[in-house]
């Protein structure tokens, strides 16, 4: 079923630190993997993506981890700095050249000072 | 380039009332969607459109109308609005599988 809270779950993390964030997906069949960041009254922001025949991308600062046999995303955050502090969301295609995402609920980022 | 683009940033509309979410981009993408954001959800797909003259149903497709008449412009048109409707709403537009998206009109029906 969807699944549906008023609440976020928040990670929150020390200026300076790494930051983990994870994401299950629900479609073994999905091929490609966004992550977006969003900030306060804005849009999602691209951050970075991996297809399924990857397992690992590195960004500036950012990886992204892909486990198919768990339907597990992941994004790493490196030296997480205060401009950090957003929600970020996952997506998965479920199929090629549909543009047809699906976004989790996302994860409040907290950075501490 | 301007990227996508929506109006208004707000509104406020009663039960019944119909209007029109605005959706332009300049960037001559062929693909556009809309998304509506309820708290704590993620986005969830409302229309989409391949290209001029071409549009499909979402996700939560019940209760809008959309047109594309032109490769710019993708409106988001609400034909009675109602309670359930108020939320806030993103277009996007994509080029290389990369979503690029607006900043939001917040909508809320009394």
């Known amino acids: 079923g969807e699944n549906v809270g008023l609440h976020l779950p928040t990670l929150s993390v020390q200026e300076g630190d790494n930051s983990i964030i994870n994401c299950a997906y629900s479609?073994?069949?999905?091929?490609?993997f966004i992550w977006y960041k969003q900030e306060s009254g804005k849009g999602p922001q691209f951050i970075i993506d991996?297809?399924?025949?990857?397992d690992k991308r590195q960004g500036q600062r950012v990886t992204v981890l892909l486990n198919k046999t768990v339907k597990h995303l992941s994004l790493q955050i490196a030296a997480t700095q205060p401009g950090d502090s957003a929600v970020y969301f996952c997506?998965?295609?479920?199929?090629?050249?549909?543009?047809?995402?699906?976004f989790g609920t996302g994860t409040r980022l907290k950075v501490l000072a | 380039n301007a990227g996508v683009t929506q109006t208004p940033k707000f509104q406020v509309l009663k039960t019944g009332q119909s209007m029109t979410l605005q959706c332009a981009q300049d960037?001559?993408?062929?693909?556009m969607s809309w998304y509506r954001q309820d708290p704590g959800m993620g986005l969830r797909l409302i229309h989409y459109?391949?290209?001029?003259?071409?549009?499909d149903q979402g996700e939560v497709p019940n209760g809008y109308n959309v047109s594309r008449s032109t490769t710019e412009d993708f409106p988001l048109r609400l034909l009675s609005a109602a309670p359930s409707q108020t939320s806030v709403y993103f277009c996007?537009?994509?080029?290389?599988?990369?979503?690029?998206f607006g900043p939001g009109t917040r909508l809320l029906v009394l």
């Open positions: 479609n073994s069949a999905s091929d490609y």
């Open positions: 991996i297809r399924s025949n990857m």
């Open positions: 997506a998965e295609n479920r199929g090629s050249g549909t543009y047809k995402y699906i």
């Open positions: 459109s391949v290209g001029a003259g071409i549009t």
């Open positions: 960037m001559n993408h062929e693909y």
């Open positions: 996007a537009s994509v080029w290389l599988e990369t979503q690029y």
